[in-house]
């Protein structure tokens, strides 16, 4: 038998509803008698937290001892402790006109998983640059040239992806010139 036969098959054990969480082609090892490794395939959906079911009537030991017959359990799954953090990165001027609006780009940040998940914050007392910052998701922020005081303006980014975790704060500032 082929790993790659080895690994569907230690795949097996999972409910149908649970396999459909996997993504195509998922992989899993057994890692010793009680700890099974599985690698999503593309399109996975599970998450930290998420509930899966086990067929504990497939669950083999290396022995292929069976551990337990005709029943199922349900556990919940936690992030990979070897998970790579996300890294937030902004791309932005250091200097901009009086007429020029703030680009702020995220979109060169990194993060594992299936998706990436952006939130951007304003580090000054201005009401409607906080909430403008609070209310962007996308990995870009734009700021119009007449919500930005002279002077200097700070701006952070922090990245989370569908593992769970969190990037550092990362920050920029820019001035805007008179």
């Given amino acids: 038998m082929t790993s790659a036969q080895q690994s569907a098959q230690q795949c097996q054990i999972f409910s149908q509803a649970t396999k459909s969480q996997l993504g195509s082609n998922p992989t899993c090892v057994w890692k010793n008698d009680t700890v099974l490794e599985v690698v999503f395939g ?8 998420d509930s899966i079911d086990i067929s504990m009537e497939k669950v083999v030991t290396n022995s292929s001892q069976a551990v337990r017959q005709g029943s199922m359990a349900r556990v919940t799954t936690g992030a990979n402790s070897h998970q790579q ?14 007429c020029d609006n703030l680009v702020l780009d995220g979109s060169m940040s990194v993060a594992t998983g299936s998706s990436i998940t952006f939130q951007w914050s304003y580090l000054g007392s201005e009401k409607d640059l906080t909430d403008l910052a609070a209310a962007t998701t996308a990995s870009n922020l734009i700021v119009p040239a007449a919500m930005i005081p002279v002077g200097e303006v700070s701006f952070s980014l922090k990245v989370s992806n569908s593992l769970g975790l969190i990037s550092r704060e990362t920050l920029h500032l820019t001035t805007k010139t008179t």
Avoid at 42 to 49: D, E, Q, V
Avoid at 85 to 98: E, M
């Fill in 42 to 49: 593309p399109g996975y959906s599970l998450s930290p937290g």
């Fill in 85 to 98: 953090h996300p890294q937030a990165v902004i791309s932005a001027p250091s200097t901009i006109g009086p």
